[in-house]
């Protein structure tokens, strides 16, 4: 009897240390799931990325390394008017990403000395197993030859630009009326809207349609078209 109950003691010792280790681990990976994001120049001084990072897309820890801000502010004072007006332009997404509340924003205090900026935040990058974020070309190949991931806003577009452009022809199914007079609604293969004007009628038939325009909104994209013979 007293080894039967040890057997079972035994075994719920086992299995309590094996819970305790489990969510360990589960908090140890929850807790490091955030990427470190090193930011250039090129992307801080270009508009859409503060645009992305109010969406609340983005939850990574954001850094900015204190290089990069120098690099912006010589630009800033420079001869050069387009660069001076990009670079001010840099600074002030640099302030206004550190306002965003989706994720946290650092300015990393990494020495002034002459190391070039980029060969700077591809040894932040390394050292510190992080991504960069940036729309140059060069600084992107470079990174990816030493295995580092690279964001790039411009991927970014692309993969979200519209599939289905004004003037391709389509046929598709009319499953409802429209909210406006002689409207008729159906929907494209990857399940995009199509308003479609004088449609009404042909609820319930394929008709053949002309993309006219379409219009992105935050509940996804509609299509208008017109009817074609076909």
Do not use: C, W
């Not at 591809?122 to 030859?145: M, P, Q, R, S, W």
């Amino acid at each position: 009897m007293e080894i039967f109950i040890l057997i079972i003691v035994i075994i719920i010792l086992a299995e309590t240390t094996i819970l305790f280790i489990k969510s360990n681990d589960k908090i140890n990976i929850t807790g490091n799931t955030k990427r470190k994001v090193y930011v250039d120049t090129s992307a801080l001084m270009d508009n859409r990325l503060i645009s992305v990072a109010k969406t609340g897309f983005i939850g990574d820890d954001i850094i900015i390394p204190r290089s990069v801000i120098r690099e912006m502010q010589i630009l800033a004072d420079g001869k050069d008017h387009e660069k001076r007006v990009r670079a001010r332009v840099g600074l002030d997404n640099a302030n206004e990403l550190e306002r965003i509340v989706h994720f946290n924003t650092t300015i990393l205090q990494d020495p002034l000395d002459r190391t070039p900026v980029d060969e700077r935040l591809i040894e932040l990058a390394k050292e510190n197993h992080g991504l960069i974020l940036t729309n140059d070309f060069n600084l992107n190949k470079v990174a990816t030859t030493e295995h580092i991931g690279v964001l790039n806003l411009n991927d970014l577009q692309i993969a979200l630009r519209n599939e289905y452009k004004p003037g391709e022809r389509f046929n598709i199914k009319i499953v409802s009326e429209g909210s406006n007079r002689g409207q008729g609604v159906g929907y494209l293969p990857d399940g995009t809207m199509v308003v479609v004007t004088g449609a009404k009628s042909k609820l319930g038939t394929t008709v053949s349609i002309e993309l006219t325009r379409y219009r992105q909104t935050s509940a996804g994209k509609m299509m208008f078209a017109k009817l074609t013979k076909g």
